[in-house]
């Protein structure tokens, strides 16, 4: 019973995979009951795909407190996380990005993402592995309930709550809730129920993807090479990617077809990738075709009911861009809800959820369609595999340009923490302009709408760490903040204050005030007693 009426739980999630279930751990984090309607099993494994976890995510999953099981899983801890352009998996390398392993990751200096200012690095994580470590801490999460082998059937709503059609092998039921969120993937249902059209470009690349076990393949590679997590392979009779799973016998092919009617043998293409004969032996674990598209809804949201994932956009999955955009998606969300169920927002706060992440997502999905384009067509040498002078020249000037235009992706600063939001209705601009947004490059910047650059504080705890559930302002000692914390406590906001002893030089104001997402939404001198009761209202939504 919830302000005398009857609801199952304040929201309801439709879809268990990362998105949905990032969700249900973030609202649980805030006091809010959930109720996350799944068909598969529990712990039923999914497809071998996304195989990355960026920076800003584990950051989100550092403050839920799960980053150090998510980054323990997935490849050995020694296994390196690179990215390799070879010839073949088994031919020549022509280049390399160095990324550590996990294991190094906190201390490694050697790569172009190891001195991002960041307590959380990136991760290499197949979903296989990561989406149980979701379910099982959402599963023992306070308030949260897991209805696996659970179908939806409809949803609709009334002026104060959702009421959804479900069904288990019992039958059908009805579930009721404050509000309803639909991460349940690019043919979803919920998207099609609310009327949500996605438009964009429908076909960029068709691709075949077959996860194999091939336990001898790296007894095939140099062993004065290092290992990599991820493989770019170039030669005349085909072009692919491989990841490995595992580390030890798992590795996941992706084959590009040129059109649509290239008929495309299967194994024959395998093989060109990998650089083995008709005797080399792989099992086929799964296999699965698909295309790459640039989809965006046009609308995340329809009164109570919100869309997040891919239910309201579909993109090129380069460097696990879909997976970490929905994951960003939906934390937006949830800190939005949090904040109005707890009460000390109006429901207008909610407003700024597709007003922020719309937009954001529209120029990431761009992000990715144009390095699509860029790699469909590499331009490979005549003697890329020659054994000559001229094979080896072209090996390397290759090898260069294949690196300098996959590291923005696979090394993307600016993708993890250069986005700003710059039309919602809940942050107070001051008029300066955001820095460009770029998928490699990050300019630090506390203009409203960016990502609080990130310090460590005397003790050498992360920034981050201290903000609270709401707000926190960052300031330095002496700076007046009495009033701005009296007019959040009139209303109920969670307020938190950070001193430092010195401030990085991004940060101009005496006073930056952040929200719990890093989102700078104020910056300014101490307020008078009016000026901070007009801030705190447009802050919280009214």
Known sequence: MLNGETMDADVLIIGAGPVGLVAALDLSSRGVSVIVVEEREFL???????????????????????????????????????????????????????????GERYTSRVGPDTSWATPEPPHRINQTFLEPILARNAAAAPGVTLLNRTRFHSVRQDESSVSAVVSDGSGERTLRARYFIGADGGRSAVRKQIGAKLSGDPVLQHVQSTCIRAPKLYSLMSADEPRAWGYYTFNAR?????????????????????????????????????????????????????????????????????????????????????MNAGIADVLNLTWLLGAHLGGWAEEGILDAYEAERRPITEQVSRFAMDHQRKLARPGLPAALEDDTPAGEAARESFGAAVRALNEPQFAAAGLNYGYAYHDSPIIAYDGEEAPGYTMGSYTPSTVPGCRAPHFLLADGSSLYDHFSPGYTAITTGGVDVSVLANEAANRGIPFAVVEAETLPDEYLCPITLVRQDQTVVWRGAPPDRADAAELWEKLRGA
């Not at 999953?61 to 390196?80: K, S, T, W």
């Not at 060109?272 to 995340?300: H, M, N, T």
Request: aromatic share 10%; glycine share 6%.
């Open 44 to 102: 039923e494994p999914p497809n071998v795909k996304c195989n990355h976890v960026a920076s800003r995510t584990m950051e989100s999953f550092r403050r839920l407190g799960i980053a150090a099981e998510v980054r323990a899983a997935g490849l050995p801890r020694d296994y390196p996380q690179d990215v390799a352009f070879r010839t073949s998996l088994t031919g020549r390398e022509l280049s390399r990005i160095p990324i550590p392993a996990s």
């Open 238 to 322: 085909r072009v692919g990617h491989v990841y490995a799973i595992d580390g030890h016998e798992t590795f996941l092919v992706h084959t590009y077809l040129a059109s649509p009617e290239e008929a495309v043998d299967r194994d024959e293409a395998i093989r060109a990738i990998l650089g083995v004969d008709e005797s080399f032996e792989y099992e086929v674990v799964s296999k699965e075709d698909w295309i790459a598209r640039r989809l965006l809804a046009d609308r995340f949201r329809d009164r109570r009911v919100f869309l997040a994932g891919d239910a309201s956009h579909l993109w090129v999955p380069f460097a696990g861009f879909g």
